[in-house]
């Protein structure tokens, strides 16, 4: 019988891992930090959309674990509370997800972590946005399982994966909001609603004076996930201090009041 051993480049032996489906699979064909087991998280408030990308994830890109979430708020949560998420896959369109620089506090928070925005949206000022947040690439949701695929490969490889489209002239003026050349986002207005459920519990316990301990006994919270929420805060109202964000509370309750 002929062997099941096959050589890696640098010629160490490796087993050839055939599953149920014929499929061979070989340890030296995996990226180079393979030798830890890959973890993604998939962040999408449509459960179909999120079955399809585990089964890509697990079956082509050999993750070991799929973690899901259905909104940004639940997305931090579940990052908090896992330090190995090797990708996360972030959709556009849901909840707590206000633009594409959300994604900034992802990167600086979790640095270690491949962030991805995958997104039925061609416009390219969304685009634009999601690379200057920092992600490591953006997948068209339409690109089906082969193209996306190899699209999330070569970010694992350590490629930032762009669109073809976003070089092609002929795209311009495709979308609702493109602009003709890469222009910086105005502020989000302070308004309640840009910050996401989570984030207005926090704005309204700051305001009181409540510590990151005490945030974490009332929201029922880890201490290092409250952390992760304020900073967030901080981002979506363009503050660096809790006075400032207890002040900008108190703007956004006054404005409120006076509609």
């Known amino acids: 019988m002929p062997s099941n051993k096959q050589s890696s480049p640098s010629?160490?032996?490796?087993?050839?891992?055939?599953?149920?489906?014929?499929?061979?699979?070989?340890?030296?064909t995996r990226a180079p930090d393979s030798a830890v087991e890959r973890v993604a998280l998939v962040v999408d408030d449509d459960p179909f959309f999120r079955m399809a990308l585990r089964a890509i994830l697990t079956s082509r890109l050999d993750c070991s674990e799929?973690?899901?979430?259905?909104?940004?708020?639940?997305?931090?949560?579940?990052?908090?509370?896992?330090?190995?998420v090797t990708i996360a896959l972030f959709d556009l369109a849901m909840p707590g997800m206000s633009s594409p620089a959300n994604l900034k506090v992802i990167r600086e928070t979790f640095p270690r972590t491949l962030v991805v925005m995958v997104s039925a949206s061609s416009a390219r000022q969304d685009i634009i946005q999601t690379?200057?947040?920092?992600?490591?690439?953006?997948?068209?949701?339409?690109?089906?399982?082969?193209g996306t695929t190899a699209a999330l490969q070569s970010i694992l490889q350590g490629t930032i994966y762009v669109p073809a489209f976003l070089s092609d002239v002929a795209t311009v003026g495709r979308g609702p909001d493109v602009a003709s050349a890469p222009?910086?986002?105005?502020?989000?207005?302070?308004?309640?609603?840009?910050?996401?459920p989570r984030q207005r519990e926090v704005l309204v316990r700051l305001m009181t004076g409540m510590s990151n301990k005490e945030l974490a006994r009332d929201l029922k919270l880890g201490e290092g996930t409250v952390k992760i929420h304020v900073a967030a805060l901080f981002r979506n109202l363009g503050v660096k201090s809790r006075v400032a964000a207890a002040l900008a509370g108190a703007r956004m309750s006054q404005a409120a009041g006076g509609t």
């Open 183 to 196: 222009q910086k986002a105005p502020p989000p207005p302070q308004t309640a609603d840009t910050l996401t």
């Open 66 to 84: 799929v973690i899901e979430a259905a909104s940004f708020d639940e997305a931090v949560e579940r990052l908090a509370e896992r330090a190995n």
């Open 11 to 28: 010629g160490t032996p490796t087993q050839d891992l055939t599953d149920a489906h014929g499929e061979h699979r070989y340890e030296a």
């Open 131 to 146: 690379l200057e947040a920092g992600a490591h690439g953006y997948v068209p949701k339409d690109l089906g399982v082969a």
